[in-house]
């Protein structure tokens, strides 16, 4: 009767799944859950990995429309960071700089950060608002910990993206953010440029997004 099952799944080209791995398949994925398991260490790895941004900056050459060929970013990357299944370049990455302004007119707010170390034309900026945009995964990819592959689908790994950076929003809620404009800050975190389908990259703004903001 087995040999008649077999087969049956080869000729007709089903797969026999055991009740086990039917059970797990029909697990409600919880994206909280997961991300108490890994954040943590998601935090101290890009605090250990970290790279000087100064470096990362000094390699890209903006042309006056505030674009690069994404061909010269390659060697940027190999070198510091490294690329997503969808073709973001990624780094984790630490600062010191000035506080140039805070912009909180919209849920997405941001700092300016005059970086110390880099004199060139890339503006940077961080988030410091209610929320991150939800297409900003950087801090989910940056370390190369949190596969794709990881997940039974798309939307799982997107849910895991935004609840990190709730985290990370949370993390940084106590910081009275107006109050750091004309300091000098310490921050670590991540920084994402979008590649796909593109031939030339806009660099001429760069946001990062924030794990740590410190005061020296």
Do not use: W
């Not at 040999?3 to 409600?28: I, P, Y």
């Not at 108490?36 to 006056?64: F, S, W």
């Not at 849910?159 to 921050?187: F, P, Y």
């Amino acid at each position: 009767a087995v040999a008649v099952f077999v087969v049956f799944s080869l000729l007709f080209g089903f797969t026999v799944v055991s009740e086990e791995e039917e059970a797990a398949a029909n697990v409600e994925f919880d994206p909280v859950l997961y991300v108490d398991g890994v954040y943590d260490n998601l935090r101290t790895t890009i605090k250990d990995g970290a790279v000087d941004l100064a470096a990362i900056l000094r390699e890209i050459e903006p042309e006056q429309d505030g674009r690069t060929s994404k061909e010269s970013l390659e060697p940027v990357v190999e070198e510091y960071g490294l690329v997503t299944p969808g073709d973001a370049h990624v780094y984790e990455v630490t600062t010191t700089g000035v506080v140039t302004d805070v912009d909180t007119s919209t849920s997405r707010g941001t700092l300016g950060l005059q970086v110390t170390g880099y004199e060139g034309p890339i503006e940077v900026r961080a988030y410091v608002g209610r929320r991150i945009p939800s297409d900003e995964t950087s801090v989910r990819d940056a370390t190369g910990l949190i596969l794709f592959g990881d997940f039974r689908e798309q939307t799982e790994y997107g849910r895991v993206a935004s609840e990190i950076n709730k985290r990370v929003v949370a993390d940084l809620a106590d910081i009275d953010v107006e109050s750091l404009v004309g300091q000098e800050v310490q921050l670590t975190g991540t920084l994402m440029m979008r590649t796909q389908n593109l031939t030339r990259v806009p660099v001429g703004q760069l946001t990062l997004v924030p794990i740590e903001i410190v005061t020296p």
